[in-house]
């Protein structure tokens, strides 16, 4: 069974950078995308970017492009988001995810991917 562990998260004073991890394992099907989510209390579960693992092709939210990168490393079979110039507004719990077979159409979609893991707390003060 595919798991899914989320590192990285912390307190960070607007404007300050962190960089989130998510190392998956049992990871038994290609053809694969994996994505970054974000939950603020009282607010829908919300695409912040992806990546598709064979392609590289990536994804962002309007809302962090220019902010955030997502990045994969093969060889440590890891995903990472760089978040910079954060914002109060970037308080949330961030979710790794992975889909199979993803239209790149709903790649913001969480009803997409069916693997997640437990999340990871970033809070930015202002």
């Known amino acids: 069974q595919m798991q899914l562990a989320e590192s990285g998260g912390g307190s960070v004073q607007a404007g300050g950078s962190l960089r989130l991890s998510c190392t998956p394992s049992?990871?038994?099907?290609?053809?694969?995308?994996m994505g970054w989510f974000r939950q603020a209390p009282g607010k829908e579960r919300e695409g912040v970017s992806c990546?598709?693992?064979?392609?590289?092709?990536?994804y962002y939210a309007d809302s962090v492009k220019g902010r955030f990168t997502i990045s994969r490393d093969n060889a440590k079979n890891t995903l990472y988001l760089q978040m910079n110039s954060l914002k109060p507004e970037d308080t949330a719990m961030y979710y790794c995810?992975?889909?199979?077979?993803?239209?790149?159409?709903?790649?913001?979609?969480?009803?997409?991917?069916?693997?997640w893991g437990q999340g990871t707390q970033v809070t930015v003060s202002s």
């Open positions: 995810a992975a889909a199979q077979h993803l239209p790149n159409k709903v790649w913001w979609s969480p009803y997409e991917y069916k693997h």
């Open positions: 990546v598709y693992w064979s392609s590289g092709s990536t």
């Open positions: 049992g990871l038994t099907f290609d053809d694969y995308a």
